[in-house]
Structure formats: structure tokens, C-alpha cells
């Protein structure tokens, strides 16, 4: 089936209900959304290479639309009806998803999504509810989180939803988390415990970011991945394609900054220093954060000397490092405002494409 002219007739007008332009090749979960939103909606047709001011860029021919598709499908149930081809227009290569309305509700992993406008909404949102006295500030944190959501990219979105399950959970929890008040650290031994791999999670997934968020500058900016840096063979035959490899390669970038080399990290990673979001002052800041993250992963909160490097004066070695739980919002606020920046920045720059 040809939907060349179809397609053809289409471009020009703007997004719809029926309609959406991408400029380049979003993750394969961002195309799922779209395609169960049109799928529960009227049917619809999405367009890559395409950007939203009808600026007709192309597609890059460096990797193939058809796998992220693929990928896409696999992730509805069940699979709607679709239509894929890449087609020339204007001299650009543009890759064309046609998608027919469902007969049933088709979900991308428990979530129902349906074309609203040209904008593609989550029908069954999960309400978010906090303890009526509970400690006040996580509300705020959770509602700027919210505002964060907003033409975000997948990577980004992905860090929103696991830090409102990280406040959902020390609400839930405050008893153990915090029995005094939210400026005193328990004294709880399990919400100690507790508390650092909160701490941890939250900072391993501020790295998990910025893994996320390279895939998808290498994913719709191939060239910005060209580099000297050697891979084995064994490194490419162990993803079965392209963009695996390029998930992997995201990956592998983030071996200094899991070592607490944030100044290294940004200086072997063109794409991120050339945002030139994260200054000196924060790259410190940051560095401290991670170091925290370590002390607790591996030393049980308990300060070494290398901990002392990074907070000289402030502790003694061998004491017991612990957080109170104002602290820890604190720090993650700290980091979800440096994500914001961070996001806005690459998507000006690299043209990623919105989640939302």
C-alpha cells in the first residue's frame, strides 16, 4: 500500500487531530503514545522530518525508521493497524506512519492514550495523592514537577515519573522516614536504611538522564556520535541493531560520572558541554551529590577519607553520614531544576522531539 499521495495532500496543513510532525526519529515510546492516541481517536498520520513550524528538514538516513517502529508495535496490545514508508518530498526524505482507528482500546503499558486536539493525552492518569498532614513542600515539589512534564522529552519524562514515585513514598512512609519532623533524621534504623536508597535511587536516575537523554541527541543527530573512540567487535554483534548500539554507547558515556568525575563526564561528551548548562559551581555541586550517593551505595553512610576530599572539615572519618528528609527533597529538587535547564537547552539545540 502507497501512501505517498495521501501524505502528499497532507503536509502543509497544520497538526490535528489526524495530523503530527516530528523533525526527527523519536525513541520508540514516544511513537507508541502517538500511535495509540490516534488509534483510540479517529486514526492519523505522523510525519518525520518534519518540524512543528512545517520546516522541512528530512530525515537523517543514518538509521531506519522501520526499527523503532517495530519496536513501537511491540509495545501496544493490541497491535492497531498501521501503514509505514519512507517517501521524497521536496527532495527530503520523509518517513510516513499511517495509523487506522481501533475497534479496542489499544494500551501502551497500562496507559490508554487518546488524540485530543493535535496534542496526544493520557485518558487514565494515576491521581497523585498526599497525606492531608504530611510535610508540605513534597506537595510543591510534585506540583512543579507536573509543570516539568510539559514539552519534555521522553528522557526526561521518564526521570519525573520516578521521582514523584520517590515523594509518593516517603509520604507514604513518614513514620519511619521521618517521626520527629522532616528536619531530623530518623533515628529508625530501617528508615535509615530506607532513606539512603531513596537518596540513591533518585541520583542513579539523574545519571540514567543523561544516559537517556545522549540516545536521543545521537538518535535524531547521527553525526554528533562520530568519534575516534575505539568499540570492539564483540561491543556491535552483542545489539542486534543500530539504534540498540547507540542505546549501549549512550550508556557506556556514563562511566566517569558514575565514578563521581562529573568534570570528566562533561569534558569526553561533546553534546552535553556544548549546552553549556551545567556551570563550574554546579559540576562542584553535583560532584558532592554523587559522592553522597557512593557513601551510602557502598559504605553504609559511614565517612572514608575520600568522602573528606570533597567536604573537608565537615565530617569525621568514620562517622555515621545521615540525612534528614528535607534535605534529601532538597536534593532533589536540586536536581530535577538542573534536568529542566538541561532539557530545554538540548531540545533548542538538537530539535528533540516532546513526549508531551
Not at 4 to 33: H, R
Not at 145 to 168: D, G, P
Not at 181 to 210: A, M, Q
Not at 339 to 354: E, G, R
Request: glycine letters at 4%; one cysteine or more; proline letters at 3%.
Amino acid at each position: 500500500m502507497d501512501i505517498t499521495n495521501e501524505i502528499t495532500q497532507l503536509i502543509g496543513q497544520p497538526q490535528s487531530i489526524i495530523l503530527e510532525y516530528k523533525p526527527v526519529l523519536p525513541p520508540s515510546k514516544t511513537i507508541a503514545k502517538i500511535v495509540s492516541g490516534f488509534a483510540n481517536a479517529n486514526g492519523g498520520y505522523i510525519i518525520l522530518g518534519i518540524a512543528d513550524n512545517m520546516e522541512i528538514n528530512g530525515l537523517s538516513e543514518d538509521f531506519h525508521a522501520n526499527s523503532i517502529t517495530h519496536k513501537a508495535l511491540d509495545l501496544l496490545s493490541p497491535k492497531p493497524q498501521i501503514y509505514y514508508q519512507y517517501i521524497s518530498y521536496q527532495g527530503k526524505k520523509l518517513y510516513v506512519i499511517k495509523v487506522e482507528k481501533s475497534d479496542f482500546e489499544v494500551i501502551l503499558e497500562g496507559s490508554i492514550y487518546i488524540r485530543e486536539g493535535a496534542s496526544t493525552k493520557l485518558l487514565n492518569p494515576v491521581e497523585i495523592k498526599f497525606n492531608k498532614n504530611g510535610y508540605k513542600k513534597i506537595k510543591e515539589i510534585n506540583q512543579q514537577l507536573e509543570s516539568y512534564k510539559v514539552n519534555a522529552t521522553n528522557a526526561k519524562t521518564k526521570l519525573i515519573e520516578h521521582y514523584q514515585s520517590i515523594l509518593r513514598i516517603i509520604d507514604d512512609l513518614s513514620l519511619l522516614l521521618y517521626p520527629i519532623d522532616e528536619n531530623t533524621p530518623t533515628d529508625n534504623r530501617e528508615g535509615t536504611i530506607l532513606s539512603r536508597i531513596l537518596y540513591s535511587s533518585f541520583v542513579d536516575n539523574f545519571e540514567t538522564y543523561l544516559s537517556d537523554l545522549l540516545y536521543e541527541i545521537f538518535l535524531s543527530n547521527p553525526a554528533t556520535l562520530k568519534s575516534k573512540q575505539q568499540v570492539t567487535i564483540e561491543e556491535v554483534l552483542n545489539c542486534t541493531d543500530l539504534q540498540e548500539f547507540v542505546k549501549y554507547w549512550a550508556k557506556e558515556k556514563l562511566g566517569k560520572l558514575q565514578k563521581g568525575s562529573v568534570k570528566g563526564f562533561i569534558k569526553d561528551n561533546k553534546q552535553i558541554r556544548d549546552l553549556e548548562v551545567i556551570d563550574d559551581a554546579m559540576q562542584d555541586e553535583i560532584e558532592k551529590i554523587l559522592q553522597l550517593r557512593h557513601l551510602y551505595s557502598h559504605r553504609n553512610g559511614i565517612v572514608d577519607e575520600k568522602f573528606l576530599q570533597f567536604f573537608t572539615g565537615e565530617f569525621t572519618i568514620n562517622y555515621e553520614h545521615k540525612m534528614a528528609i528535607s534535605q534529601i527533597c532538597n536534593v532533589l529538587l536540586y536536581l530535577v531544576e538542573i534536568v529542566h535547564l538541561i532539557d530545554l537547552k538540548a531540545k533548542n539545540v538538537y530539535s528533540l522531539s516532546n513526549e508531551n
